[in-house]
C-alpha cells in the first residue's frame, strides 16, 4: 500500500437516524418499526486536502447513541495516527481496536464494541481509498496475496485455516484477477432484491413489486417470513407464480424459530422451492443450523445466516459444521474491512458462496465492495451467489449504489462509497436534525 | 411470589472504578492491566420505605461508560412499572428487556446491550428480595418449580430442554429442598481461591499465598497460564507441590490459544494432574472447545468456560456438544437472574456442574445466590462444584461475602448482597470521584 503523509487529527461520531418506522418498509417477524439509523464517524487528517474518511454502523433506531458512546471509546486509537502507519499494516491497527485488554471485556469481539470498531475499521479503509483516488474494492483487488492475509487476525481460526494455506489459495487466482475485473466491470455483481416481501404488505402491492422488479431485470426475489404459516405460504405461492418457475425464491425468517420449529415450516413451504431459507433460528446456534441444514438438503432448501453472525470464530464453526449452504456476511457487524476479509477466505476455504447482507442505510453502498473484490481476489466464482438489493435512502449518499439489469454496476468514485450527503447528515442527527424536531417517532 | 405495592419512580446510572491497575492483583495472559469496575444501577419506588434496587455489571474499566449509556437506554423499561407486575411475571419483563426490536439489534442477547441488561435484571431482583426481606438465593430456592421455568425464556432451547422437561426434573427436588437447606446453612458452599496465582506473582509470594490459604483451609486452587510454557510449568509444579496431591489445582488461560496450541500445551502441563482447563481459546468457539474436551479426556483434565458466555444459546451448544465439563457462568455476562437460571436449568439437565466465575468486584457477591440455589432446587448436588473466590474489594460491599474454612457461608442479609457502601461509591465514581481526582490511571 502507498504511504501517504499527514495524520489523523480529527474524530467526529453523530448519531444519524431515518424516521422508517412511519411506513411499513423493512417490517419483518422481528423487527416490526425499524427507524433505519447509523452510528456514524469522520476522521479528519492534518493534510490540508479536505479528505475524509467515513464510516457507519448500520443500527436500526433507539440504542444509536450507544454506539456512538463505543466510537467515543475508540478514538484515541485513531486520532494521532499517521495515515502511513495504517497503510504500513492496516492489520495491525485493527487487532489493535480489537484487543485493548479493557474494552474487549465488553464483547469480546461482539455487540456494541464490535459494531462501533467496524465502523471505524470502514472509515480508515475510506480515508484510504480516497487518497489512492480508487473505489475499495479496486484498492483491495490490487493488494497481493501476502498483504490481504496481513490484514486477517488468523487468532482462532487456524484449525480451519492458516495464513499460509490462505495466502497460497489467493496465489492461484492471482494470474486471472485481471479477465475477472474487467468481466464484472462490464457485466455488473448479481443482485436479489428484498423490496418486494416486507411483512406487512397487502397482497397488490406485492405483486405490483413483483412486475415491476421483473421489468427492471431481477431474477432473484426474497420475502420475509415467519409470523404466520398459511399466510407464509399464500405469499410464497403468490410469489413463485409471479416470478415463474426459473427465477429464484429465497425465505427469510429473521431468527423467529426453534429448531425443530424451522425444520417444519420450511418443510411446509418446500412447495414453493425456496432456495434458501434464512435465519432460520438464533444466529449464535451453529448446531442449530446444522441440524436444519440437515433435514433439508433433501428438499434442495439450503440454510443461508450471518446478518447478526458476531465474528469470524462464529462463521468458522458455522462452515466448519456444514450450517450454512450460503454465507451472509454483514460489512458493520464484523469489524469492518479486516474482518470481512478473514470470512470472505474461510467461506472460499469451504466452498461456500458469500451472498452479502444489504438494505438499511448505507449497506448496500457497502458491501457491494466485498463482492466485488470476492470475485476478483478470492473466491473467483459467481455461482449461486449474488448481493441483497433494497431500494431504500440511496438519495442521501455521494456515491450511492446502481442497479442495472439486476446487476450491482462496479463504483467507480474513490473510496467505499459510504459518504452520506451533508445535508442529509445534517437533516437526520438525532435528536436535534431537522427531520427529528418536526416530528419523528424513535 | 409477592404483591408487593408500588412502583419504580426513579433510575440512577454510574460508572464506578476501582484503580486496581496500580497493583497486579487481576493480571492475567489477557487482562495485563485491569481497573476492577461496575456499571451500577439504583432503582428507587414511591414506597417511602426507602429500599432500594441495586444492581451491576462488572467491567474492567475503560468503557464501563458506555454500558452505562446502554443502561439508561433500557430505563423507559423500568421507571413506571409496578412492583406488583415484576413480581407476578418476572420472566415477562426480562424477555421485554431482551427482545425490545430495536435494541435488540445491538446484540442480539450478547456484549453491551446485554451486560447492561444484567446490571437491571439484577437490580429487580435485589429489590424484590428486600421487599421479601430474604436473601435472594432464599427468594429463589423458595419459588415452585412452575414459577422457576417461567422466569425463563426457552426460545431456542426447546431442542435442548423444554419447560415442562425443566419442571419436572425441578419438581423431583422439591421433597428435598428444605434438607438441603439447612446442610448449606450450616457447612457453607465450597469455594476456591484464584489469589495465588495472578501472572506477575513471585515465586516466594505464590508459596506464601498457598500456605496462607492452606491455613484458611482452601482445597482448591487455581493459577493462570498461557503467557510462557516453560514459567507456567514451574509455577504449576511449585503449586502442586506446595498444596499437595490431593488437593485441586485448575489452570485458567484466559482464552490465549488456537485450538492446537491448547491441546498441545495443556497435555505438557498435565503432569501437575489438572482438575481444569480454563477459557483454553475463544469463548465463542464451540466446536473448538469440543476438539480440546476430547482430547484431553483421556488425560483426565476438563475443560471449563462461561465468564465470557454470551448468552444461554452458546451454553446450550457447549452442552450439547460435550464441549465442557464444568460450566462457568458468570451472573452478569448472562442477562441477569433470569438468564443464570436457564444455564442452571441446562447444566442439570446434562450433568455438568455449575463452577460460577467470581472475583473482580461484587461477583462474589453475587454467584453465592446462583449457587446456593442451584445446590437447593437445581441440581442438589456439590459434586465437583465450587465457586471462584478472589479476595478483591469485599470491603465496599455493605454484606459482603464471607469464607469461612475454605467455604463460601451463605449469606442472610436481605437482597442479593450487591450494594455498594454509599462512600465507595461516591469516592469511586468515575471520572469525578476522589479516587480518582487524586491521580488515577483509567
Redesign the interface.
Known amino acids: 500500500m502507498q504511504e501517504f503523509s499527514g495524520t489523523i487529527t480529527e474524530f467526529r461520531a453523530f448519531d444519524v437516524r431515518f424516521p422508517t418506522s412511519r411506513s411499513l418498509d423493512g417490517s419483518d417477524a422481528?423487527?416490526?418499526?425499524?427507524?433505519y439509523s447509523a452510528a456514524y464517524v469522520v476522521l479528519g487528517t492534518d493534510r490540508g486536502d479536505g479528505l475524509e474518511g467515513h464510516g457507519l454502523t448500520f443500527?436500526?433506531?433507539?440504542?444509536t447513541?450507544?454506539?456512538v458512546?463505543?466510537l467515543n471509546?475508540l478514538e484515541p486509537y485513531v486520532v494521532g495516527t499517521s495515515i502511513a502507519s495504517f497503510a504500513e499494516a492496516p492489520g495491525e491497527l485493527y487487532k489493535k481496536l480489537t484487543w485493548?485488554?479493557?474494552?474487549?471485556?465488553?464483547?469480546?469481539?461482539?455487540?456494541?464494541?464490535?459494531?462501533a470498531t467496524a465502523a471505524l475499521v470502514n472509515a480508515l479503509w475510506d480515508l484510504y481509498a480516497k487518497l489512492e483516488k480508487k473505489p475499495l474494492w479496486q484498492v483491495l483487488a490490487e493488494l497481493s496475496p501476502q498483504q490481504i492475509v496481513d490484514m486477517v487476525d488468523f487468532?482462532?481460526?487456524?484449525?480451519a485455516l492458516s495464513a499460509e494455506e490462505a495466502r497460497r489459495a489467493l496465489d492461484r487466482l492471482v494470474p486471472t484477477r485481471a479477465a475477472r475485473t474487467a468481466e464484472i466491470v462490464a457485466n455488473g455483481y448479481p443482485a436479489y432484491t428484498t423490496s418486494v416481501g416486507w411483512l406487512g404488505y397487502s397482497d397488490e402491492k406485492i405483486s405490483r413489486l413483483c412486475r415491476e422488479s421483473l421489468a427492471q431485470g431481477f431474477t432473484r426475489f426474497k420475502i420475509k417470513v415467519g409470523l404466520d404459516l398459511p399466510d407464509d405460504l399464500r405469499r410464497a405461492t403468490l410469489v413463485r407464480e409471479l416470478i415463474g418457475p426459473n427465477a429464484a425464491l429465497m425465505l427469510d425468517a429473521n431468527?423467529r424459530w426453534?429448531?425443530?420449529q424451522a425444520i417444519e415450516w420450511v418443510k411446509a413451504l418446500s412447495v414453493t422451492r425456496p432456495l434458501w431459507i434464512e435465519e432460520p433460528?438464533?444466529?449464535?446456534?451453529?448446531?442449530?443450523h446444522a441440524?436444519i441444514a440437515r433435514a433439508l438438503e433433501p428438499l434442495g432448501i439450503g440454510v443461508a445466516t450471518g446478518e447478526?453472525g458476531?465474528?469470524r470464530?462464529?462463521f468458522?464453526?458455522l462452515l466448519?459444521?456444514r450450517a450454512i449452504d450460503f454465507c451472509q456476511i454483514d460489512f458493520c457487524r464484523l469489524a469492518g474491512v479486516n474482518e470481512v476479509v478473514a470470512v470472505l477466505l474461510l467461506a472460499a476455504h469451504y466452498g461456500v458462496p458469500v451472498c452479502p447482507h444489504a438494505g438499511g442505510v448505507g449497506l448496500c453502498e457497502y458491501v457491494q465492495h466485498a463482492s466485488l473484490f470476492d470475485y476478483i481476489a478470492v473466491s473467483g466464482s459467481l455461482e449461486r451467489r449474488s448481493i441483497e438489493f433494497v431500494d431504500h435512502l440511496h438519495e442521501h449518499f455521494l456515491d450511492p449504489c446502481v442497479i442495472e439489469n439486476g446487476n450491482y454496476r462496479a463504483p467507480f468514485a474513490a473510496g467505499s462509497s459510504i459518504q452520506m450527503k451533508a445535508e442529509s447528515l445534517r437533516d437526520h442527527l438525532y435528536p436535534s436534525g431537522a427531520v427529528w424536531k418536526s416530528g419523528g417517532t424513535a
Chains 1, 2 share one sequence.
Request: aromatic share 4%; hydrophobic share 35%; proline share 7%.
Open positions: 422481528m423487527n416490526p418499526d425499524p427507524d443500527t436500526i433506531g433507539r440504542g447513541e450507544i454506539v458512546a463505543a471509546a485493548d485488554s479493557q474494552l474487549r471485556w465488553l464483547g469480546p469481539e461482539k455487540g456494541v464494541i464490535h459494531l487468532r482462532y481460526l487456524t484449525d431468527q426453534d429448531v425443530a433460528t438464533s444466529p449464535d446456534d451453529i448446531l442449530g441440524r447478526h458476531a465474528n470464530v462464529l468458522k464453526q466448519q459444521a
